[in-house]
């Protein structure tokens, strides 16, 4: 049985993956970048630096006799199958993957960041893998997108954007009032657990910017800190950050079905792997008087990982089989 590759290295994450050639996951192998305590993030000549001293040293876990059977590998090479568009970081695993696919002659995709975490929303939720095309939303630290996708020639998907960030990412904001909190970066899921311990809904409502095509975090960040400055207690701020997080999308999201007339919505990025987003959205979105359905990547898969680039690997390598 064939097998296949996939590299990432995102902002935050270096990531290998091996899949088989029915998406089964052989090897997962992440590696979180280390962030100094009170920083809000990394230059991108940092995050490099660490990209490509943790690559060799994941492809030392890739268990014993599977890399022999590689035979399409695959690498975020871009944030976006656009042209112009380019980090630093994926520098990193795209020099490795070109290496590597000359040097043993293997088959090598250059794929897109973006179109990576789609196609790992997509497991688990294979029935939207035979629809034409759907919804589908990604938040995380770096991206902040509602997006039309299509079934296409050009890779494997067309992706089309219909709403973007104007300014912060929600992954930002969420890191930025976390660190201003004082927790660790990345701060999601520690805040998360702070916002779990609110008994009811009693907390401050920070107002979602909304506009025609693009939304806006900067405000509700500055209304969090004054809240923090005010005295308002972390775990209400909290609250606060992911509820408006899940009032903005559900805005951007009622616009794009009324805009495309679909239903489906995939949902992918780390800041959907909230809970309490979630279910805000499923409340409200799924609610009979609206009618979307709603496919979130499973939580081990929101975040930032190699997993999507694999299975795209064996998808475009078996059908040129």
Known sequence: MNLYLGIDTSAYTTSLAIVDEDYNIISDQRKILEVRPGEKGLQQSEALFQHLKNLPFLFTQIPAGVAEKVAVMAVSAFPRNVEGSYMPVFMAGLSQAQALGFYTSTPLYLLSHQEGHIMAGLKGNEGLMAKDEFIACHFSGGTSEVLLVRRGQNGFFNIEITMVGS?????????????????????????????????????PVIPSAVKENS???????????????????????????????????????????????????????????????????????????????????????????????????????????
């Open 215 to 321: 939304f806006s975090f900067s405000g509700p960040e500055t209304s969090a800190l004054k809240l923090l400055k005010e005295g308002e207690p972390a775990a209400a701020v909290a609250s606060s950050v992911f509820r408006v997080i899940a009032n903005t999308l559900e805005k951007c999201l009622l616009k794009a079905a009324q805009k495309s007339k679909l239903k489906e919505v995939l949902l992918v990025g780390g800041v959907m792997a909230n809970t309490l987003i979630r279910q805000r959205l499923l409340d409200r979105l799924e609610h009979p008087a609206v009618g979307l359905k709603l496919y979130f990547a499973e939580p081990h898969l929101s975040t930032d990982n190699a997993v999507g680039i694999a299975m795209l690997a064996a998808c475009l390598g078996q059908s040129e089989e």
């Open 167 to 203: 300014d912060l990412h929600a992954g930002q904001l969420v890191d930025r009032v976390g660190v201003a909190m004082g927790l660790p970066f990345p701060a999601g899921k520690h805040m998360e657990k702070l916002a779990l311990t609110l008994k009811q809904d009693d907390f």
